[in-house]
């Protein structure tokens, strides 16, 4: 089997290269960013391509590494703060490069299986219990509407052209080596001697926190698992929701503090009080996440700690 990752050398797209070469699966990679050799060794990585998402870059792909049974699609924005800054760098780097791919696919690959690595924000910020896939999409940020439009698309080659696909809507995710988002910012401070942390909102906020490594085992037996239909949509979240107040005391407590967390009660723009999966789709599959958050949050705190000895 190959298999193809477009953001392969991004957060997620590293662990799902590693998860993937560790099954023995020949994995190669389209994205930004170079990757020396050790490291292209270490991911398990056959080939890697540092370019646009293209025609031009994915036939010189095809020539390296053959035409590939599986690609997991990846690339794309991966911020709602610069979504809302620059809408149309997000629109380009998440819409035009999901079209470019499926376009190219639909002539090239027209047997591969796609798996779109999308995102909770395509739900909005209306719902405050556990969330269905078939739950009203009412995306309040860019970066939601964006990947919403990335998921038509997909259905549409599906259903017109036979390209098969299965959607993922991630939650959460976190875990070492992620530098930047809520994690991030709190070690930083933590690091710069806070004592005391004032974040944004409420801290009742509920997320559905999945570590990297259980999302990148995920994404491999859905990869490894054609849908039974032309287009699938399944949530890549456990259905357990944590309130960012106690994410903060976790991490607190894992730095080996004690200190007082405020909340400024200002939410941000585009962020939903509630974020939490209904599994029930996914438990079908009979995946089990392994990792619970209070011990990845620590395994997070003791990787950062070692960024800054």
């Given at each position: 089997?190959?298999?193809w990752?477009?953001?392969?050398?991004g957060f997620?797209?590293?662990?799902?290269?590693?998860?993937?070469?560790?099954?023995?699966?020949?994995?190669?990679?389209?994205?930004h960013?170079?990757?020396?050799?050790?490291?292209?060794?270490?991911l398990?990585?056959?080939?890697?391509?540092?370019?646009?998402?293209?025609?031009?870059?994915l036939?010189?792909?095809?020539?390296?590494?053959?035409?590939?049974?599986?690609?997991?699609?990846?690339?794309?924005?991966?911020?709602?703060?610069?979504?809302?800054?620059?809408?149309?760098e997000d629109?380009?780097?998440?819409?035009?490069?999901?079209?470019?791919l499926?376009?190219?696919?639909?002539t090239n690959a027209?047997?591969?299986?796609?798996?779109?690595?999308?995102?909770?924000?395509?739900?909005?910020?209306?719902l405050?219990?556990r969330?269905?896939?078939?739950?009203?999409?009412?995306?309040?940020?860019?970066?939601?509407?964006?990947?919403?439009?990335?998921?038509?698309?997909?259905?549409?080659?599906?259903?017109?052209?036979?390209?098969?696909?299965?959607?993922?809507?991630?939650?959460?995710?976190?875990?070492?080596?992620?530098?930047?988002?809520l994690?991030?910012?709190?070690?930083?401070?933590?690091?710069?001697?806070a004592?005391?942390?004032?974040?944004?909102?409420?801290?009742?906020?509920?997320?559905?926190?999945?570590?990297?490594r259980?999302?990148?085992?995920?994404l491999?037996?859905?990869?490894?698992?054609?849908?039974?239909?032309?287009?699938e949509?399944?949530?890549?979240?456990?259905?357990?929701?944590?309130s960012?107040?106690?994410?903060?005391?976790y991490?607190t407590?894992?730095?080996?503090?004690?200190?007082?967390?405020?909340?400024?009660?200002?939410?941000r723009?585009?962020?939903?009080?509630?974020?939490?999966?209904?599994?029930?789709?996914?438990?079908?599959?009979s995946?089990?996440?392994e990792?619970?958050?209070?011990?990845g949050?620590?395994?997070?705190?003791?990787?950062?700690?070692?960024?800054f000895p």
């Open positions: 089997m190959t298999i990752i477009t953001g392969a050398n997620i797209g590293r662990y799902l290269t590693r998860e993937l070469a560790e099954r023995g699966l020949a994995v190669h990679g389209l994205g960013g170079a990757i020396a050799e050790p490291d292209k060794h270490y398990g990585m056959r080939d890697w391509l540092n370019g646009e998402i293209e025609s031009a870059n036939n010189a792909l095809a020539v390296r590494a053959g035409l590939p049974n599986v690609v997991f699609h990846l690339a794309g924005g991966s911020s709602v703060g610069v979504s809302i800054a620059q809408p149309y629109f380009s780097r998440t819409v035009a490069t999901a079209a470019r499926l376009e190219w696919l639909r027209p047997e591969c299986h796609v798996v779109v690595v999308s995102s909770a924000a395509v739900y909005g910020s209306a405050v219990e969330i269905s896939e078939s739950a009203t999409t009412e995306p309040v940020s860019p970066y939601g509407q964006h990947k919403l439009i990335v998921e038509q698309l997909s259905r549409s080659y599906a259903t017109t052209f036979g390209l098969q696909s299965t959607v993922v809507r991630l939650f959460s995710v976190y875990g070492a080596n992620l530098r930047k988002q994690l991030w910012d709190i070690c930083m401070r933590l690091r710069d001697g004592g005391a942390l004032t974040l944004g909102g409420t801290g009742r906020e509920q997320r559905d926190w999945t570590e990297v259980d999302v990148a085992k995920l491999a037996r859905v990869g490894c698992n054609p849908p039974d239909q032309a287009v949509i399944i949530n890549g979240g456990s259905g357990i929701g944590t960012v107040a106690d994410i903060a005391q991490v407590h894992a730095w080996g503090l004690n200190i007082p967390v405020e909340f400024s009660g200002v939410a723009p585009g962020d939903p009080l509630c974020l939490v999966a209904d599994a029930s789709r996914l438990n079908a599959l995946f089990e996440w990792i619970a958050v209070r011990t949050i620590a395994e997070y705190v003791t990787w950062f700690k070692g960024q």
